[in-house]
């Protein structure tokens, strides 16, 4: 067990709908970064928080969005879905913002399927 | 613009035998350079990583990584395989200095024969 919570474990939805994707980090962690893990694009990083301000972005498509709270947990945000947004996500946290450096501990993920 | 690539989408090996699973990066400035490994239906746990100190990087499980820049490669080696070491794996790269996105390879999953 990483330390770092998911939910929902599973979550299915159709093509044009909004979902919202939380994770807690591991306590003391005040970093998130996010993931998507899909058999087309492989791993991809999405974005990433550092105690509550947007660090670095990556592959992250202007439907989506995310935020990290005063409390630390995040929300990632995905909008009008289409089938392809069908991906395991997960979010990772760390210590400290620098990715460079700090081990990054991920959750167990989300399941999305988009129908 | 930096990348890693994986050689090879799937390794089978005996259990017993030497597993080596490759990676080679391009990075424009000095890599960071990690292994993860995946069981299913489980996230990513770090295996090692490589911020420029020692270029033999040793891990968790008895897996350890050679960071060779000559050769642009970082590739994971463990002498011995167990049938617990059936899993994915993926190499990551990002650059040194604080805030930058990492980048995955495409991953290996390794299959250990008995």
Redesign the interface.
């Known amino acids: 067990d990483?330390g770092?919570t998911q939910t929902p474990k599973h979550l299915i939805t159709a093509t044009g709908q909004r979902v919202t994707l939380r994770c807690s980090p591991r306590s003391g962690d005040l970093s998130v970064?996010w993931y998507q893990q899909s058999l087309d694009q492989?791993?991809?990083?999405l974005i990433?928080y550092?105690n509550g301000e947007e660090?670095?972005?990556?592959n992250i498509l202007e439907r989506f969005s995310a935020q990290q709270f005063p409390d630390l947990h995040s929300e990632l945000n995905l909008s009008s879905l289409e089938l392809g947004d069908s991906a395991l996500y997960?979010c990772?946290s760390s210590v400290d913002?620098?990715?460079?450096?700090y081990?990054?501990y991920?959750?167990?993920?989300t399941r999305l399927t988009v129908t | 613009a930096q990348s890693v690539t994986q050689l090879g989408s799937h390794v089978s090996v005996s259990e017993g035998a030497l597993v080596l699973l490759r990676c080679n990066y391009s990075s424009s400035v000095p890599p960071y350079l990690f292994w993860y490994v995946q069981y299913p239906n489980q996230g990513l746990q770090l295996l090692l990583k490589y911020t420029s100190a020692a270029t033999l990087v040793k891990g968790i499980n008895g897996f350890e990584a050679e960071f060779k820049k000559s050769e642009t490669s970082f590739h994971l080696t463990k002498p011995s395989a167990h049938m617990s070491d059936a899993a994915e794996y993926f190499c990551a790269v990002t650059r040194s200095g604080g805030y930058q996105k990492v980048t995955f390879g495409t991953g290996t999953k390794l299959q250990v024969i008995p």
Not at chain 1, 97 to 101: E, K, L, N, R, V
Not at chain 1, 106 to 109: D, S, T, V
């Open positions: 990483s770092v970064y492989g791993l991809q990083f990433q550092y660090r670095a972005k990556g997960f990772a913002g620098s990715i460079s450096s081990e990054q991920f959750g167990p993920g």
